[in-house]
Structures are given as structure tokens and as C-alpha cells.
């Protein structure tokens, strides 16, 4: 049986195309072979689900990097509410920043948001032939009065902005105006129809997802060329009971791809 080296954790800063510091994790294996994956809104690399499965595919001898977008965590920029096609070309800078150093980038994984930015990242460019959606929003028009009331439109539209407060009444992050709209501008539809049929998708969702309809699971399984779909019976949006039951589901697609390739 092969010994598989262990893994060293370091953390590595990459600039993005606004010269902002990326901060992340990488779960260095020494294989040239690396997943990049990516939290969703208002998270960071140090999300639970996205932790397990970088020490995972770190247990199957596959390095792995784990980052904060801009404003979120570690790194540098100002947090907004939007912006996912701005994350896309946050990853974009992390890939090639990784393929320029010896490693070859073959997978990208998101959760929620994160799951949207990999899947938008596909569809813009075709250069990670492996693609890991976990619980991302197929309209993105929908769940905005959750978190911003049911006038959010009108208010925006007033004020230039709403302030989101959290229990405590402090003000926890601002939405503006172009951020609301790019979000909701942002059309998954079209954007999946350009993935390429060489891509292959896992998308993995939970049944009993709070957050996001498990039904926008199967939109993206209607429109992925090359898609796989599973449903976790009972998962929540975030699998706070079923992180066991990620890792089988994701590594073997992860390894797939690496035979393939």
C-alpha cells in the first residue's frame, strides 16, 4: 500500500486583478494535482464543510487550497452583497497563480455563493475541466427579501442602500444599489448554458435545504451538459448533520477527473 505523504498546511497570499491580498490555506500533499474551494456568502476558508473536505481530499494525497474572497475573512477589499462575476475572476487570479507555480489546478469546488462563482467561473473560462456546486441559487432574483425585507427595491432605490443589521442592532454589512442589482442581473440560465460538454458538474444538494430550494437543484441538472446530481435526504443548506456523508460523494468525482486528465 502507498504511503501518501502528510500533508503541510501554509498559508499563501495571492493578489487578484485589483491588487488586493487573497488570503487562503493550502493543504500542500506535494501533488502537482490541486482543488481550489471556495466559501459562500458572508463565510470564509475556515467554513466547516469547506475545511472537512480540504482535509479529505488532503487524506487521499490531493492538495488543496481554501482562500477568503475580498472583504470576507482574511483578505483584503470591502465585503459585497453582489459581485459574483467579480469572485469568478477572484478565482480566476488564485488558478493562475497556481498553474504559474508548478501546480495544475484541476478541480473547483463552492458552497451557496461559492457554489454560483465556480459554476459562472466554468462558463467564462473553460480552463478546470471539474466543477463541485454544493447548494448554489439557480435564480438569484429569489431570496433577497429573506435577508433584505420585501421592499427591498423600493427602499434601494430611495436610499442608494440598506444597511443589514444583526440581532444586536449593529450594522453587519451594507448592500448597495449596484450591488443588489448585479446579483440580481446575474443570470444563471445563460451563463450554464455556456459551460462546456467537456466540463463535467457535480452538483450535490440537501433535501431539507432552509436557504435554497432543492428544486434549484434541478434546474441546473435541466441545463448542465455534463451533470451529475445528487440530493442528500435531510441535508440542510449548510449539511450541519451530513458533513460524513460529503467526502464520499466528492472525491470519487474529484478523482475521476484526475484519471481523465
Excluded at 45 to 55: P, Q
Excluded at 59 to 88: L, M, V, W
Aim: glycine residues 8%; charged residues 25%.
Amino acid at each position: 500500500m502507498t504511503q501518501i505523504p502528510a500533508a503541510v498546511q501554509k498559508k499563501i497570499t495571492v493578489l487578484n486583478q485589483h491588487n488586493e491580498k487573497l488570503v487562503g490555506v493550502l493543504h500542500d500533499t506535494g501533488s502537482m494535482e490541486m482543488v481550489v474551494l471556495c466559501h459562500g456568502f458572508k463565510s470564509s476558508k475556515d467554513f466547516n464543510t469547506i475545511v472537512n473536505l480540504a482535509v479529505a481530499l488532503e487524506k487521499e494525497g490531493i492538495s488543496a487550497f481554501r482562500f477568503d474572497f475580498p472583504g470576507n475573512g482574511e483578505s483584503e477589499g470591502s465585503f459585497q452583497y453582489g459581485n459574483y462575476h467579480g469572485e469568478a475572476d477572484d478565482l480566476h487570479s488564485v488558478v493562475e497563480y497556481f498553474n504559474g507555480a508548478n501546480r495544475k489546478v484541476m478541480a473547483v469546488l463552492g458552497h451557496s455563493k461559492g457554489g454560483g462563482v465556480v459554476l459562472l467561473y466554468a462558463s467564462k473560462y473553460h480552463d478546470v475541466h471539474t466543477v463541485i456546486n454544493l447548494s448554489a441559487r439557480y435564480i438569484l432574483e429569489k431570496g433577497i427579501a429573506r435577508r433584505l425585507g420585501e421592499d427591498f427595491l423600493e427602499i434601494i432605490k430611495k436610499d442608494g442602500f440598506i444597511d443589514v443589521k444583526n440581532r444586536a442592532g449593529d450594522v453587519d454589512y451594507r448592500v448597495t444599489e449596484e450591488s443588489l442589482m448585479e446579483r440580481i442581473n446575474t443570470n444563471m440560465h445563460d451563463a450554464c448554458l455556456q459551460i462546456d460538454k467537456g466540463c463535467r458538474v457535480l452538483t450535490v444538494h440537501g433535501s431539507a435545504d432552509e436557504v435554497v430550494p432543492v428544486e434549484d437543484a434541478l434546474e441546473f441538472d435541466k441545463i448542465i451538459p455534463n451533470h451529475k446530481l445528487h440530493i442528500i435526504e435531510g441535508a440542510d443548506h449548510c449539511y450541519t448533520s451530513h458533513q460524513a456523508e460529503l467526502p464520499p460523494l466528492v472525491l470519487p468525482f474529484i478523482k475521476e477527473g484526475l484519471q481523465q486528465n
